[in-house]
């Protein structure tokens, strides 16, 4: 069983900068990660992931902003959020799976077995 807490998120203005964090607990090992966000009236969409061995994939709306990075050794993983913007409002939540083949896309949020509480995440222009 692994357990995911997510926080971090707070009230910025456009153009500032924030770090989530998301500490793990259990068996995390051969894991990938990926932060979720879902802004009021849209569906959950997928912004970053991280695998075991360190690579990463990005959303279009986040890349050249966002960086993604974990200490597997803290069982923690950091979505260093730079530049942001308000449409960048909404609910950060952290997801877990097991790594795999047969897994599929990063992006399918229903592919993750376990989940964080979520962090809000507002910027004011």
């Known amino acids: 069983e692994v357990e995911l807490v997510d926080f971090g998120g707070g009230w910025v203005q456009a153009g500032e900068s924030l770090r989530l964090s998301c500490s793990a607990s259990?068996?995390?090992?051969?894991?990938?990660f990926a932060w979720f966000r879902q802004a009021p009236g849209k569906e959950r969409e997928g912004v970053s992931c991280?695998?075991?061995?360190?690579?990463?994939q990005y959303a279009d709306s986040v890349w050249g902003r966002f960086v993604i990075s974990r200490d597997n050794a803290k069982k923690t993983v950091y979505l260093q959020m730079n530049d942001l913007n308000p449409e960048d409002t909404a609910i950060y939540y952290c997801?877990?799976?097991?790594?795999?083949?047969?897994?599929?896309?990063?992006?399918?949020?229903?592919?993750?077995?376990?989940w964080g509480q979520g962090t809000q995440v507002t910027v004011s222009s």
């Open positions: 997801a877990a799976r097991p790594q795999g083949p047969d897994r599929g896309i990063w992006t399918h949020s229903d592919s993750y077995d376990y």
């Open positions: 259990g068996f995390t090992r051969g894991y990938e």
């Open positions: 991280i695998k075991s061995d360190g690579d990463v």
